[in-house]
């Protein structure tokens, strides 16, 4: 496999001008201003793909932003790996925040800062240059699919439906995600497991309209507190999530596996430090670890209402808004979570107050057995790139599509992420280190040839 | 006293159009880019002013915005009226909410519409106009002194000084006000206590940055979350404020003196129907009217964190901020509360977070008695032209500077207010009806009428 350093050696600058290319179109799923942006980004994948050696790829219509496709079959009697990527990503605020400008993406200490740098682009184009290097060295063992979606970050409304349309087309033996974490370059890990989300807004109203807190103040209800004490009553005083019914379906992880998972190397010092806090805080009884990894949890994502701006202004607002979001674990439906967390809150509202309660996304828990072929292949690649077996870890993440893949298509996903914790993903001075940028194209090619091999043996 | 209604109607339509220059410059002092609007609108009070007969106006510079000083002495001998208003204004978001540009006065439905319409550029200005009205017809009985400030929206932080140097200069009997509301035309009533207020800014820091909730979320306090619990415990079940010592200094008004005001005519089904609620909600044991005359109350004016956008970010943002102010009540001092609730609000944090609070501004409750020469003038005045004798109510706003002038000028003031509740100050749709406007003119030459009268019996 010397090939495999030899072209990554020989093409880095250009598979990094390449990138940044995609990076600097801003292609912001949730904001509705970017939607040119999402096609251009589309097309520029197309692109992409077909240079790095596809038979064919198309920008397909979806009921929201297109989908990318592109294929390469070598022999129909090999077995095919569908890549699922996205060319979206997050919304860039606090913009104030950013040591630089989020869409033109600069290195520093050896790491690409951008929006998207890791998540995903970064992490998708790995496989767009992994399949070039192998057709171009043909060493391309087993034939290859691609599925770049744009909706990722606002939960892959249209995914569904599109994979219900074009089963045939997407008939794969695997499915190959790299949009997750490993614990460091020096103790590689694979994604065993993800987290399901149910993504709330909630609108408080009190009077219909805004009132002078000095004449209104004490005597009417104020949206903002009364939010703020229906927040308060979704946990209780041990961190664990008041909605009734919550946990009914939640599995209880063994204590022999708890015990497994406890030997994953973390240091809860590092961890404070690296967040500045003095104190962590989670459910009682379980470990940081555990509340990330097998624990659900809730967290308000965003609040507003009343006056935000400079200075003071005694107001009593119409309307006070939060987002509210619940990470799941495996067996919780997010759609069952949502309804008992739309009555609960409901039912937490005063008289003196109207609630609205709206689900904005959300997406089924997954877990990725160790015992499938596709893990023996990814354990077996990382272990010839990193020279270190890798640990299987549960991520406290989400990709409520890789769900509905396995619903739809009936197919497995194995999750090859090669980020970091550190790399900021959805927040601001997002980074990808060049070291994992160019360590995922050398491990995905060794994926492909330990895969085909299992499956054809 | 014909000549009064009759310089009126003579001058209707100029009067309004004077206003309306005023009204169009956005003095809104919060916000700092409006400097230069704070200036013009000085020099423009001037003009106006000079232009009404006083002997001499100027623009006075303070340690903030300026203040637009004028004066007519006609006999040292005689009594010496100080009026004060304000030439600033509120914010006006959410601008979205207008049903025409606030600083573009219209006219419907007989009432003016635009930011200041009421608060406090259109009830100034009828001292302007009353006072030009005087000295153009030789009825002008007394001195009068013009004091009108650019700062009372944000708590008034250089009128203090500014009085403390002009001691002199600002020598008179009485301060006149028009910055507060009357029950209604109707039942016409003058303003004899007014709440203190403690205005705080509180800031509430989780981790250092902002991180996704899927990969933290369960194991590290979310600053939201958190400033939802902290501010869901700063009142109790009966709406009692928890914060130790805070009640205190509250002199609680006798039953006797309760009855009295009972009898103030209040329909609870009225305002709630106008308010668009379903139930009120404030202190227990309290009426509505009393929670906000004679009780002290705690209301988040403002709160945001996180991503506040379209669509959903799965974001555990690393900070959450709220803006929350105290109404007082006679006898509690504001500088002793505001170190209270900072105490105690830093006491409510976990040690997940770090805290910060501010004091953004405040000011002393007020009290004006029924017995002072004033307000036995103002009576006559109000009955004079409304044909029924006002009411004396305690309202539920604040006017910080009004304690100071006691304090340092050793002054008393009449608050003659002519808006009315559904002005909508400080919200969106600001108004002012004509009929207030022309009523106050009217009404102003009676007070000073009989104040002299009074004052030199």
């Known amino acids: 496999m010397e090939h495999v350093k030899k072209y ?24 509705q201003d970017h939607k040119d942006d999402m096609l251009r980004t589309a097309e520029l994948w197309k692109k992409f793909i077909i240079e790095a050696g596809a038979d064919r790829a198309e920008v397909m219509p979806s009921e929201g932003n297109p989908v990318v496709y592109g294929e390469k079959i070598v022999d129909p ?45 970064g992490q998708a184009f790995m496989h767009a240059k992994a399949f070039e290097l192998m057709v171009k060295t043909n060493t391309l063992p087993c034939n290859v699919k691609f599925m770049i979606e744009g909706e990722e970050e606002i939960g892959s409304p249209s995914l569904g439906n599109f994979c219900k349309k074009h089963k045939e087309l997407l008939k794969a033996d695997i499915i190959l995600v790299s949009d997750t974490t490993m614990i460091s370059t020096d103790i590689p890990s694979i994604t065993t497991g993800l987290r399901g989300l149910a993504y709330m807004e909630v609108e408080v109203t009190g009077p219909n309209r805004d009132l002078h807190s000095g004449l209104y103040g004490g005597a009417v209800a104020n949206p903002i507190n009364v939010l703020s004490r229906m927040i308060a ?34 240091d809860l010092d590092e961890y ?25 949890s809730l967290d308000v994502n965003g609040i507003w209402g009343g006056y935000i701006g400079e200075g003071a202004k005694t107001v009593i607002p119409s309307k006070a808004y939060a987002k509210i979001s619940m990470r799941l674990v495996p067996n919780q439906d997010n759609k069952k979570i949502a309804q008992l967390f739309a009555n609960y809150f409901e039912s937490l509202a005063p008289k003196s107050v109207k609630v609205k309660v ?16 596709a893990y023996q292949a990814a354990e077996k690649a990382y272990t010839a790139t990193f020279g270190k077996k890798p640990i299987p870890v549960r991520s406290g993440g989400s990709i409520p599509i890789i ?13 090859m992420g090669f980020g970091l914790e550190s790399d900021a993903i959805h927040s601001p001075n997002e ?3 060049l070291f994992n940028f160019y360590k995922g194209i050398e491990t995905i090619p060794y994926f492909y040839k330990y895969f085909t091999e299992i499956m054809l043996a």
Chains 1, 2 share one sequence.
């Open 431 to 433: 980074n990808y280190p």
């Open 358 to 373: 709206t689900e904005l996304h959300g997406g089924y828990p997954y877990v990725s057995p160790t015992d499938m072929h």
């Open 77 to 121: 009697n090999k077995p095919t790996v569908l890549v699922y990527g996205h060319y979206d990503v997050m919304p860039v605020d606090p913009i104030e925040a950013w040591e630089s400008d989020p869409f033109k993406p600069e290195i520093r200490d050896g790491k690409i800062f951008a929006r998207g740098a890791d998540d995903d682009k």
């Open 233 to 266: 009553q979704l946990q209780d005083e041990n961190f664990r999530i008041t909605i009734p019914g919550f946990y009914d379906d939640v599995i209880e992880v063994m204590p022999a596996e708890r015990a497994e998972m406890a030997k994953a190397p973390f």
């Open 272 to 296: 404070k430090k690296s967040l500045d806090i003095e104190e962590e805080e989670g459910e009682a009884g379980f470990s940081t670890m555990e509340r990330t990894g097998i624990r659900p």
């Open 403 to 415: 769900s509905t893949f396995e619903k739809i298509l009936g197919l497995k996903s194995i999750l």
């Open 8 to 31: 990554i050696d020989a093409n880095k600058d250009r598979f990094l001008s390449e990138l940044f290319e995609l990076i600097r179109i801003p292609s912001i799923s949730s904001i």
